[in-house]
């Protein structure tokens, strides 16, 4: 391992104590607030590997999610499987919808707002389905019943567990973007996205790994479904299959600089601070404060920082890098 990559990973391993310490010196009040804000980091995530790297404006992420969440949440309560293994089986589905949404999508060369319009499209006339579907409870919900302190049940008493596995969760995703930033897969992406045209030229097959970005994107994506709904302990259409999930991820990636590793890491850090400060200081007296105040922030990162945080991050990388490596030598 050479000076510059054992240096970044000496502030990544950092970084992650400071996460995995946080917990220990907050109360159960702001380990929720915690919890809220790395779920959008999660989402955004997912979101920027088909978003991000393959330039694919999705806007029924919602549908992934809920898919994550129905799936654990009916095999829980009907045949009372452990959620763990639904949010497996959860991710199967979901991925198996993304490898369906894909081939329908890219053979008939839906491209950028075609892209995004049917899949706001095929969104919202989900929702209208799950919220008439009496298979799955319709606009009644699921409740998941009420457990003991129970890893088979993934149900704890405090907050602190919750944290700690959606942490987990986190650093899986960072990892699978890590790796599909080095890799051919990223490369391909990329090229597809900057100019489909000229990756045609040079022989890339665009939608096989498009398709692959949809796949990772929903198996992930259904993941944090069943952590939420084991969190939240209730499933309704209005809350899972919800529009708002797409906005705000792509919103938390623009922020921070798509098609990067940690960018919507940050981009949603900032997102879902600046919601969650909105709604408990003026929230209260004027309503839909944090959605201005998003609004505000994201306005002001398109006339300013049109890439995002994205190259302020490459300078300060490129800084503690060569830091590093000078005072290695």
């Not at 970044?8 to 400071?18: D, N």
């Not at 995530?45 to 992420?61: D, K, M, R």
């Not at 909105?278 to 002001?300: D, E, F, P, Q, W």
Request: aromatic share 14%.
């Amino acid at each position: 391992m050479n000076a510059k990559n054992a240096y970044g990973w000496v502030f990544g391993v950092i970084i992650l104590g400071i996460l995995l310490l946080f917990p220990y010196f907050l109360s159960s009040y702001a380990v929720h607030l915690l919890i809220t804000i790395l779920s959008l980091c999660y989402m955004a995530a997912c979101w920027n590997i088909v978003g991000g790297y393959g330039g694919q404006v999705l806007l029924c992420q919602g549908v992934f999610f809920a898919i994550g969440a129905y799936t654990s949440s009916l095999l829980l309560v009907r045949l009372d499987v452990m959620p763990w293994m639904g949010m497996l089986a959860g991710a199967g589905i979901s991925a198996l919808f993304g490898l369906l949404l894909g081939f329908l999508f890219f053979k008939y060369e839906l491209k950028s707002h075609y892209f995004a319009v049917g899949t706001l499209a095929l969104g919202a006339a989900i929702r209208v389905v799950f919220s008439n579907w009496d298979f799955v409870e319709s606009t009644k919900g699921i409740i998941i019943p009420i457990k003991d302190d129970s890893f088979y049940y993934f149900q704890f008493a405090s907050k602190e567990s919750y944290y700690y596995i959606l942490l987990g969760l986190l650093i899986l995703i960072v990892l699978v973007t890590y790796w599909v930033n080095g890799s051919k897969l990223g490369i391909y992406l990329k090229a597809i996205r900057e100019n489909e045209a000229a990756a045609d030229s040079l022989g890339i097959n665009r939608r096989k790994f498009k398709t692959i970005a949809m796949v990772i994107t929903g198996f992930f994506t259904a993941l944090a479904g069943t952590f939420t709904a084991q969190y939240m302990l209730y499933v309704h259409p209005e809350q899972y299959v919800n529009l708002n999930l797409s906005i705000e991820s792509l919103c938390a990636c623009l922020v921070g600089g798509s098609a990067s590793v940690f960018g919507p890491i940050l981009g949603g850090i900032i997102f879902g601070t600046a919601a969650e400060a909105a709604r408990v200081y003026i929230g209260a007296t004027y309503k839909g404060s944090h959605l201005v105040v998003n609004g505000l922030i994201l306005m002001l990162m398109i006339i300013y920082l049109p890439r995002g945080l994205k190259p302020v991050l490459e300078k300060i990388s490129g800084y503690l890098k060569t830091g590093g490596a000078k005072a290695a030598d």
